[in-house]
């Protein structure tokens, strides 16, 4: 099976390790805090990093994090489900900052 945490070993990331080792062991023991089972199970943190992955837009990040929903037993569907949420939310953000096109359109009749 899979490491969820494999992404360590990836040739750019072992640069950044080799350069910062001390800062790197910090972020992977918060990555690893992170993502055990406590009030969430690590699938529903999982399928929260999908979404958010799509929203933040880090491909990388999106093809991990879908990886990992699997290992952690999500289905295709929840994951489709949650890509959703992201798409909603991208489109939501459109919506909230239209307030500032208003404001400018309802002062352009001055």
């Known amino acids: ?20 080792p001390e ?15 406590g009030h969430l199970s ?5 399928l929260i990093a999908v979404s958010v992955t799509h929203v933040t837009q880090c491909d990388a990040c999106i093809g991990l994090h879908t ?16 890509v959703f949420v992201a798409i909603e939310l991208r489109a939501g953000a459109a919506i909230g900052h239209f307030k ?3 404001s400018v359109l309802e002062h352009s009749h001055d």
């Open 1 to 20: 099976m899979a490491d969820p945490h494999d992404w360590v070993n990836a040739k750019s990331v072992r640069k950044l390790r080799e350069l910062q």
């Open 23 to 37: 800062l790197f062991e910090k972020f992977v023991e918060f990555e690893h805090a992170v993502y055990k089972p």
């Open 42 to 46: 690590t699938k529903i943190k999982e």
């Open 67 to 82: 990886r990992n929903a699997k290992l952690a037993g999500a289905t295709d569907e929840e994951i489709a489900e949650a």
């Open 100 to 102: 500032t096109a208003a």
